[in-house]
Nanobody, 127 residues
Framework: QEQLVESGGDSVQAGESLRLSCTAS????????VAWFRQAPGAEREVVSC????????YYVDSVKGRFSISRDPATSTVFLQMNNLEREDTGLYYC????????????????????WGQGTQVTVSS
């Protein structure tokens, strides 16, 4: 069974750090571009960061540049999102997602489209 499972979400104070993990099973995760999305209460879901397969291109939305870092570990079929200096505005449900096709990504390195999703992990930042 193909599956994505996110973990690492927590409630933290502004300025603290978290590392989210997205672990895949049932398919060759390393061949797929991966995106992290987040959805804040009352807001639309937005892409936060992506990493492509192969050339490992990365993308970050402007609001997290310099604070977040995405990486992948093929040995464990896991993509990480290191989040430093967290802000209240980073609060939301964080999802990872891939395309259904390998070796496919857009010019930013993001899945195009994101069509396979995990269940999400909650990040809450308070000040």
């Amino acid at each position: 069974q193909e599956q994505l499972v996110e973990s690492g979400g927590d409630s933290v104070q502004a300025g603290e750090s978290l590392r989210l993990s997205c672990t895949a099973s049932g398919f060759a995760f390393d061949y797929y571009a991966v995106a992290w999305f987040r959805q804040a209460p009352g807001a639309e879901r937005e892409v936060v960061s992506c990493i492509s397969s192969g050339d490992l291109r990365t993308y970050y939305v402007d609001s997290v540049k310099g604070r977040f870092s995405i990486s992948r570990d093929p040995a464990t079929s896991t993509v990480f999102l290191q989040m430093n200096n967290l802000e209240r505005e980073d609060t939301g449900l964080y999802y990872c997602a891939t395309d259904k096709l390998p070796y496919v990504s857009d010019e930013k390195g993001c899945p195009s489209p994101a069509s396979r999703w995990g269940q999400g992990t909650q990040v809450t930042v308070s000040s």
